[in-house]
């Protein structure tokens, strides 16, 4: 996430801020609901959510009550390697 909130500040500050901002929130709402994304097919147990134009990959822990996030992938690049 510090990366692509770092590239978009080069050119806009305060839409860095909101991107930023945004995706610290639906990590925050991940806390409370872990399977709220949709699995993701090519990795068994991890899931994503999409935060337009960013997807969060993420692996659910509910067993230790916390998650692994994998990837904060903007949407128009090809899919990452996980």
Same mark, same amino acid.
């Given at each position: 996430?510090?990366?692509?909130v770092? +590239?978009?500040?080069?050119?806009? /500050?305060?839409?860095?801020?909101?991107?930023?901002?945004? !995706?610290?929130? &639906?990590?925050? =709402?991940?806390?409370? +609901?872990?399977l709220?994304?949709? /699995?993701?097919?090519?990795?068994?147990g991890?899931?994503? !959510?999409?935060s &337009?134009?960013y =997807?969060?990959?993420?692996?659910?822990?509910?067993?230790g009550?916390?998650?692994?996030?994998?990837?904060?992938?903007?949407?128009a690049?090809?899919?990452?390697?996980?």
């Amino acid at each position: 996430m510090e990366s692509a909130v770092r +590239f978009i500040a080069k050119e806009n /500050p305060d839409a860095a801020l909101r991107v930023g901002n945004a !995706l610290i929130d &639906r990590v925050a =709402i991940l806390e409370n +609901f872990p399977l709220l994304g949709s /699995p993701y097919p090519k990795r068994p147990g991890v899931r994503k !959510l999409v935060s &337009r134009p960013y =997807i969060i990959f993420y692996r659910p822990r509910i067993e230790g009550n916390y998650l692994d996030i994998l990837r904060y992938w903007h949407g128009a690049r090809s899919e990452p390697e996980l």
